[in-house]
Each structure stands twice: as C-alpha cells, then as structure tokens.
C-alpha cells in the first residue's frame, strides 16, 4: 500500500498514457475507416456518372442520326425542286 501511496503519480501517468495510446489506437481505425467509405462512395458515384455519360452519349448518337437522315430527306427533296424549276 505505502508503494502505491508513494507512486501514484507515476502510476497516474501510466493509465493516461495507456489511456491515450488506446484512444489514439481507437481514432485512427476510426479514420481509417471513414477514409475507405469515402473512398468507396467516391468509386461508386464515379460509376454512376460514367453509366449516366455513356447513356447521354447513345442518346446523342441517336439523335445526331435521326438529324443527319432528316438532312438526308430535305436535301432529296430540296434536289427534286430545283430539278423541277430547271426543266
């Protein structure tokens, strides 16, 4: 008992240190931890924006080729008038 009476400031500052070392231990796996999710929430939206971006691009080559077959038909059309006028 006298030891410890004697020591308690050395053995005060052995809990807190321990004590610190686990909380350190603790908010690091923590972090570590948030890091991975961020991480894995980042692949996931990066994904969704590819899908997103390559399903406007096949929209967009569907529309470009309904505009270039609508150029195709007037351009028919606009040749058959001015075949017309010319005769």
């Known amino acids: 008992m006298q030891f410890i009476i004697k020591n308690i400031g050395l053995i005060i500052t052995i809990v807190s240190a321990v004590s610190a070392l686990i909380g350190w231990g603790i908010s690091r796996v923590r972090k570590s931890y948030g890091l991975e999710r961020d991480i894995n929430h980042l692949k996931k939206d990066y994904k969704a924006l590819s899908g997103n971006f390559n399903t406007l691009y096949t929209e967009l080559e ?26």
Do not use: P, S
């Not at 569907?62 to 010319?86: P, S, Y």
């Open 62 to 87: 569907r529309r470009l080729d309904t505009v270039e077959t609508e150029f195709k038909v007037l351009r028919a059309v606009n040749e058959a008038l001015i075949d017309q006028g010319a005769k």
